[in-house]
């Protein structure tokens, strides 16, 4: 059975710092290309940011490039999103989704919500 989960979400200042992570089990998320999403209130779903399974190429949201950084530690089949400098636009729930040809898998998300 697979599964992603996510961790590390929670309240936050703005100007701070969190760092997510999305482990998975029953997959090898390094063979999968791994995107981090997040939808606020309202709003919706948006990709945050992904990296590519074979060559770990990223790519980011435009508002979060400069301040977030995805990265991959293949010894624990986990996948990172770190957040600097976080305001109050980055609140929102987090998901993890790992997609490789017709296989899509989602994490059940954790929130993040940064306020003084």
């Known amino acids: 059975q697979v599964q992603l989960v996510e961790s590390g979400g929670g309240l936050v200042q703005p100007g701070g710092s969190l760092r997510l992570s999305c482990q998975a089990s029953?997959?090898?998320?390094?063979?999968?290309?791994t995107s981090w999403y997040r939808q606020a209130p309202g709003k919706m779903r948006e990709l945050v940011g992904h990296i590519t399974s074979i060559d770990a190429v990223t790519f980011y949201l435009n508002s979060v490039k400069g301040r977030f950084t995805i990265s991959r530690d293949k010894a624990k089949n986990t996948v990172y999103l770190h957040m600097n400098n976080l305001n109050a636009d980055d609140t929102a729930t987090y998901f993890c989704?790992?997609?490789?040809?017709?296989?899509?898998?989602w994490g059940q998300g954790t929130q993040v919500t940064v306020s003084s």
């Open positions: 989704n790992a997609r490789h040809s017709t296989y899509e898998f």
């Open positions: 029953g997959l090898t998320l390094s063979t999968y290309t």
